[in-house]
């Protein structure tokens, strides 16, 4: 699949973070003759850009943490020609050279010059989206995503003049922003147009990052625009919301998502893909088989559709970097693998994961999905320090093939999550995962570990053992059985749910007689695992009958 | 796959802890109608068999937390007929009944009785292995199986009376006894007559255990035997040891390992497997169909070699005993799949888990293996509290076929494992391992996870971009390369490589000329990384050259 070779290729690489990076010391790796040109049209190449937040918070201390590979180290242990403040303007694949813009102090000293090619690798990146709104060019509006960005901020925050901030966007960077914010004692605002926070997963299943955002007095405000920036001179003095409120603030960081920067690639002819990222094979060349492109600038196949889609992460963008640097000079590599949008948020004390499709992106792609939650404990519940999680499976109807799952509580979420994508990686179903032989002892895991709770509530679903009513639906019209304990239900009463009766689980069988057998019946417990026994309990007494999914700890979720 | 039954059957479960327990409450909510009988011999059913080392070590505080169902709640919520102190001791299977020993106050009371059954399902466990030396039978040599054993180990320790204890055998049990020991202060000897500690990993994967151990003051004497025990009564004083030492003790703990309790089954003329457990199919049949047998008695297939084999483990009990219960009642059920033994324990700081096949295991098991070791960080090593573990991957040489895996370190091990024991399930290869999309934010993993690494190196191996040497294989008659810097190499010379010349990595190119191009080389750093890069530029330059698997932190462990 790979191969190394001696041939004195010409490789230019624009971009030198994360894909580029990794693509020029895979290609040095490959091929010591290689003549490997690094462009980065900033000051920095290869830092951590996914730790830039935690520095603004002073939980990683030290800036020098954050660059992973200086420029001088580069060309020391990799030989690489690394011209950093060098930005490639152009590309002529005619000629095959790109233009190239070497920045001076001023824009007088700016000095173009042409750079021959063999092979081109592209990752330039995404931009920070800046809303086109009067007042967000003043000093105090930022982004984030690199360290001059990073340094811009955190001087602010530093000098004391902050106290009260405004995030705009409750994505991965607005929510780290937010919670490393509050580290330094900010006041801060959140501001999110979709209806939830983190909106890329499934309603009830945010509830617990925005229950943990409001416990740490950040405030939350989902389904609002930010409508207007007030100024004083140079500085934002309060931002304007969609629903009139108005919010003072001495910083805004605007965290509302990313542009692929494809202008270069779109300027030199190469196929552009329907997300707006340039278009790649399973090489990651691009529409021009000299030409790669990598990273968020790119639009890899997205595993849950088998369709091109960007995913701008920084797990697949070193990844496929390190494949088509190799590619490049060896015209040999592995091919790149699909992407499934793994990934992982902390949010305070509170952690969330997913992959592949939630239920409503599942929706969105015309995809049918079933799924079921579980809620559990990460290791043995008589092993103290068990923390709960709640897991949500989401798997096709008929096969059970697993289509994505969500993981949110404390420890070890990241860990079901990055099974199930492993899982996934190989088509496998709900079967699969009920099967797994996994670790086990008390401080670690369970006998059955959350992963196949989830998965035994899906196989049990696909085989028609069980049927379970989504934690949203409405439960109107039917019969509702809670068959928790009386003081339980007194502490969290079922919400939506009128009129439910209360039978616990114990009394069910001797119990039978105060229920409707006619009426489809729902079930619900705390957590859905007394509904699953009473659910067993009813059917088999010719009851039509539904476990609620995930039980109140859920459904409150969804309606609280 | 599965299905629910009305069906009026008479069930039978031998066993009532893990495969039992599962077993019969799988049952119950596939068949409402089905008569089941829950025999357990001793005291108490379902109770947390894993927790007992930390009650002892009042790790875990509350003893109730340890009964995961009593009797009693077993009954109410499962309208199972549990008998406690109930021995099944023989099963007639053309009457189809079992014979029971009811056990009275004295063995004058016991009552034997017939009891009919349709189906029954053996869960009976495995018992410790207790050496017949004399001395053994005193009141302070023990065994740990379950509560009434945790109870007896406690009250002594409890008591005031044990300062000095000898724990025979380094496996999961023992060690765990070891941990919980210190924690109470009490001093303590370990014995293993294998020459490492927990003998079925590879020997330099369970040395950061050993040190674990000397660091927390366990006298560790591997190699040795246990020869004899004095006694001053009723009560162990010392044991000697085969290499002449003797220890002085208050309380001895057997953990030498456990014998599957395949007794009643075997008279009943059922099949018996090579490793001496019940033989069973893919349904955990025995070989009567109306039989079935899970968890520690039995042999289920064990992936890595597709043969039967005991594997006593309590997620593979539980799992299996939760299928064999839904099949005995409804005729149906999904097949257990195959158990890879994997496995997790922690020994004070220092974590250890593995699956599937190591290489000394392997090479046992006939097959030919190959593996590849890195030493990274359980998160992005720039953000606080980044932890180290090992990770030995092995796989098939020549298409890279997962066998098995072992970590060891600190936080996160067990995630690693999860992961690989997950493609391990798919048949998947260290190419599918090098692809995976995990899940990556700073507090979490890396951009490239170790789990990315470790594939990376055994594709490179595999792509012939890449040869390692054996962290423990010789170094004579070689040209030992050490690309280390100049004080990182006094700090920690490298086991067993005299002559060794030293260039750091980013002199290497130029200062070829110090090396000898005709002798075969090995490069060694600290890790396996810069050796790398370095192996990579000699390779390139006309060097037949191996990279040292793990570098000097691994060798280190092989001859320290």
């Known amino acids: 699949m790979s191969a190394e070779s001696n041939a004195p290729v010409r490789l230019v690489i624009v971009g030198g973070v994360a894909g580029g990076a990794s693509a020029a010391t ?5 091929n010591e003759q290689a003549e490997i040109i690094l462009f980065e049209k900033d000051d920095d190449v290869s830092f951590a850009n996914c730790g830039l937040p935690y520095h603004i918070g002073e939980e990683i201390k030290d800036r020098d943490a954050l660059v992973v590979a200086s420029a001088d180290f580069l060309r020391r242990r990799f030989r690489l020609d690394v011209r950093t403040r060098e930005e490639v303007v152009s590309i002529d694949r005619e000629k095959r050279v790109v233009t190239v813009v070497r920045r001076g102090m ?17 990752a330039p990146g995404a931009s920070p989206i800046v809303p086109d709104l009067p007042g967000v060019d003043s000093d105090n509006v930022l982004t984030l995503r690199n360290l001059v960005d990073m340094d811009r901020i955190k001087a602010r925050v530093d000098s004391g003049s902050v106290r009260r901030a405004v995030v705009v966007g409750a994505g991965y960077i607005g929510l780290e922003m937010v919670e490393q914010l509050r580290r330094r004692g900010v006041a801060v605002d959140l501001i999110e147009l979709r209806d939830q926070v983190l909106p890329l ?22 389904g609002v625009g930010l409508e207007s920036i007030q100024r004083d001179g140079e500085l934002a003095t309060s931002v304007r919301l969609s629903d009139g409120k108005e919010l003072p603030t001495e910083l805004v960081i605007l965290g509302i998502g990313v542009r692929p920067n494809a202008r270069l690639a779109s300027e030199a002819g190469l196929e552009i893909g329907g997300t707006g990222g340039i278009s790649i094979d399973e090489y ?26 960007r995913v701008p992460l920084a797990g697949p963008a070193n990844r496929s970097g390190r494949l088509a640097g190799e590619h490049a000079v060896t015209g040999m590599s592995a091919t790149a693998t699909s992407v499934w949008g793994t990934s992982v948020v902390r949010v305070f004390d509170v952690s969330v994961g997913m992959t592949g499709l939630t239920r409503a992106s599942a929706k969105r792609f015309g995809k049918e999905a079933d799924s079921v939650t579980v809620v559990a404990k990460h290791h043995a519940g008589y092993f ?34 990055d099974v199930i994508a492993t899982a996934m990686h190989f088509g496998g179903s709900v079967r699969d995962l009920a099967g ?41 019209e039917v019969q509702i059985v809670d068959v928790r304990g009386a ?71 969804c309606f609280d």
């Open 106 to 122: 001023t824009s007088e000293q700016d000095k173009t010059y042409e750079q021959p090619y063999d092979k081109v690798i592209l």
């Open 384 to 417: 103290p320090g068990a923390e709960t999680m709640t897991l949500k499976l989401v798997y096709e109807p008929n096969t059970g093939k697993v289509l994505g799952a969500q993981c949110v509580g404390g420890e070890g979420i990241d860990k079901r999550i």
């Open 284 to 309: 990651s060349r691009t529409s021009d088989p000299d030409i790669y492109a990598v990273g968020d600038a790119s639009e890899p196949v997205y595993g849950p559709t088998g369709t091109p889609m």
């Open 26 to 30: 895979r290609a040095r790796r490959m």
């Open 201 to 222: 997963l499934d309603h009830e299943m945010a509830r617990p990052i925005e229950e943990a955002l409001r416990r740490n007095n950040v405030g939350v405000h989902t």
């Open 436 to 476: 797994l032989d996994l670790a086990y002892a008390p401080p670690f895991g369970s006998a059955k570990d959350p992963v196949h709770m989830a998965a035994f509530a899906a196989s049990n679903s696909l085989d028609g053992i069980e049927s379970f009513r989504d934690s949203d639906a409405s439960l109107e």
């Open 487 to 557: 003081t339980e239900i007194e502490k969290a009463p079922l919400c939506k749910a009128s009129g439910s009766i209360h039978i616990p689980v114990d009394e069910l069988r001797d119990r039978l007689d105060e229920l409707d057998r006619t009426k489809p019946t729902v079930v619900s417990c705390a957590v859905g695992v007394r509904g699953h026994i009473a659910a067993r309990i009813l059917r088999q007494n010719g009851f039509e009958v539904q476990n609620l999914a995930g039980g109140a700890t859920v459904r409150n979720r």
